[in-house]
């Protein structure tokens, strides 16, 4: 099992990280810089969003336990012993769900089946909007509301098998798989309306170990290496790649999208640094390199003077048709 050592929680407000010696850290990322506190008494591997604002799953030592930032400090909720062999967790609103390779398991003061499984899991998220899992299997079967039998239903594509990597885009309603049976691509399946289908594919050299998706579903951080030379920014709806200004930032890297179309990124002596990203329209400028930011809000606010520039003669115009009458 392979998960982040950074996550925002489902708002996008809230940063989780693991710091030195296996700390967890919350950062409240509506300040800059962000407020961080510790979560005292856990020893953390990785982090993943809760079920709610402002929570998280922590992962350490095979247990898991539920934080929560609050005003007036951190709470912690019991952990729970993961079962043997659990290759992904996430939250099923206040209760944390685990897979293995052969079923689907549920944490209510201890484990039962929810569900068995035909192949082992890539992927399990949870779907905010529906209040309800999503399953992604290796063999290309994707299981939508995979804890309530009245209401999952069950889709395979053979061609969607052997993902290296995975990613669920709440906002998309839609699922990224990077190389699906060995290929050089990234395949953009879309999960609402049901059934699945794919509606994008992008070009993706060989090596990806992992993804991240913006909260308003425009941009995906590609994991290629441990540190800031392997990492990737790709605009979906420019279809563009960039590098992120990430030169700052020694070792192995982290990172998370913000709320607000920001880009989290923490490094391994657990300095944080939070980047502001282009809008659309400038990811189509001639600039390809993200670390001169200024070239990007200088042609936005260029665009804005000279909007304001027309209305205001639009405006002056009309006051003077209207002065005449």
């Given amino acids: 099992m392979s998960e982040p050592r950074a996550a925002t929680d489902v708002d996008g407000r809230f940063l989780a990280r693991v710091g030195a010696e296996g700390a967890v850290l919350l950062a409240d990322l509506d300040a800059l810089p962000p407020v961080s506190r510790q979560v005292h008494g856990l020893a953390a591997e990785a982090v993943l969003p809760g ?28 952990e729970a012993e993961l079962p043997a062999g659990t290759r992904a967790v996430a939250a099923d609103g206040p209760r944390i769900v685990a897979a293995t390779d052969r079923a689907l398991l549920g944490h209510d003061g201890g484990w039962s089946v929810l569900r068995p499984l035909a192949a082992a899991p890539l992927l399990l998220a949870r779907q905010a909007r529906r209040r309800s899992l999503l399953l992604l299997t290796e063999d290309g079967t994707v299981i939508g509301g995979a804890v309530d039998p009245a209401r999952a239903g069950t889709h395979r594509d053979p061609s969607w098998a052997g993902a290296a990597v995975c990613a669920y885009d709440e906002t998309l309603g839609a699922v990224w798989l990077a190389h699906p049976g060995g290929r050089a691509e990234a395949v953009l399946a879309r999960v609402e309306p049901w059934p699945p289908r794919a509606v994008y594919r992008v070009p993706m050299p060989l090596g990806v170990e992992g993804l991240t998706v913006s909260h308003n579903g425009e941009w995906l951080a590609v994991r290629r290496g441990p540190g800031a030379d392997g990492l990737e920014l790709y605009n979906v709806a420019g279809r563009r790649v960039f590098r992120p200004p990430l030169s700052g ?37 001639e600039h390809r390199d993200l670390a001169d930011l200024e070239v990007f809000w200088e042609g936005r606010m260029e665009k804005a003077a000279r909007v304001r520039k027309a209305n205001g003669g639009r405006r002056a115009r009309a006051a003077a048709v209207e002065g005449a009458r």
């Fill in 51 to 78: 079920g709610r604002p402002g929570t998280f799953i922590v992962l350490g030592r095979g247990r898991a336990a539920v934080v929560e930032w609050h005003d007036d400090g951190v709470r912690t909720g019991a």
């Fill in 249 to 285: 930032l020694d070792g192995r890297i982290e990172v998370a999208f913000t709320y607000d179309n920001r880009l989290a990124a923490v490094d391994a002596r657990d300095r944080v640094v939070v980047v502001e990203l282009p809008a659309r329209v400038d990811v189509r400028a």
